[in-house]
C-alpha cells in the first residue's frame, strides 16, 4: 500500500467535467507538498516511523483540507468525518506522527507552485462539491494541520 498510486480514493462529491474543472485535482495537494517538502514528517507504518509516500501524503491532505472546509464552516463535521474513514480504509495514515512545525508546513505551503505570490488558494471539499480558499489565513491552516497531530 506504501506504493504511489496504488489505490486512488473516489473524489469526494465531484462529477466528470465539474467546475472549478481540473483545479478540483488540487485536492489535499498543496497540503501534501508541504508534508513531502518537510523531513520531520514522519507517519506510522507497522511500527516504522517513515517519511510519507506521495499517496500517503495526499491522503493526509485530503485529511487537512476537509479540515480547512469545517473550520471555514463550507463543510460539516459528517464531511470531515468521511474524508478520514475514507483515508483510513484505504490503508492510508490519518495522523502525522511527529511534532508539527505548523509555521514551517505554512511557509512550504506559500511556497507551493500553486500559490501565487505566497497568496494560498485551496481547494477544500463541500457537501456541493468543492471550493476554492483563497488566503484563509493562518489561524484555519493551524486548524487544518491540527486535525492530522
Not at 472549478?20 to 483545479?23: D, H, K, L, N, Q
Not at 475514507?86 to 509555521?103: I, K
Given at each position: 500500500m506504501r506504493q504511489t498510486g496504488a489505490r486512488r480514493l473516489p473524489p469526494f462529491g465531484l462529477a466528470r467535467g465539474d467546475a472549478?474543472?481540473?483545479?478540483s485535482l488540487n485536492l489535499g495537494h498543496t497540503f501534501a507538498h508541504a508534508i513531502e517538502s518537510s523531513s520531520s514528517t514522519m507517519v506510522d507504518v507497522e511500527g516504522e516511523l517513515l517519511h510519507p509516500t506521495h499517496g500517503e501524503a495526499v491522503g493526509l491532505g485530503l485529511i487537512a483540507a476537509s479540515a480547512l472546509a469545517r473550520e471555514l464552516e463550507w463543510a460539516s463535521s459528517d464531511l470531515f468525518a468521511a474524508v478520514s474513514q475514507?483515508?483510513?480504509?484505504?490503508?492510508?495514515?490519518?495522523?502525522?506522527?511527529?511534532?508539527?512545525?505548523?509555521?514551517a508546513l505554512v511557509e512550504a505551503m506559500r511556497h507551493d507552485k500553486k500559490a501565487c505570490g505566497g497568496v494560498l488558494h485551496l481547494v477544500v471539499p463541500t457537501s456541493e462539491g468543492v471550493r476554492i480558499a483563497r488566503d484563509p489565513g493562518d489561524g484555519a491552516l493551524l486548524a487544518a494541520w491540527m486535525s492530522l497531530s
Open positions: 472549478p474543472g481540473r483545479r475514507a483515508v483510513a480504509s484505504a490503508g492510508l495514515p490519518t495522523r502525522l506522527d511527529c511534532g508539527l512545525d505548523v509555521a
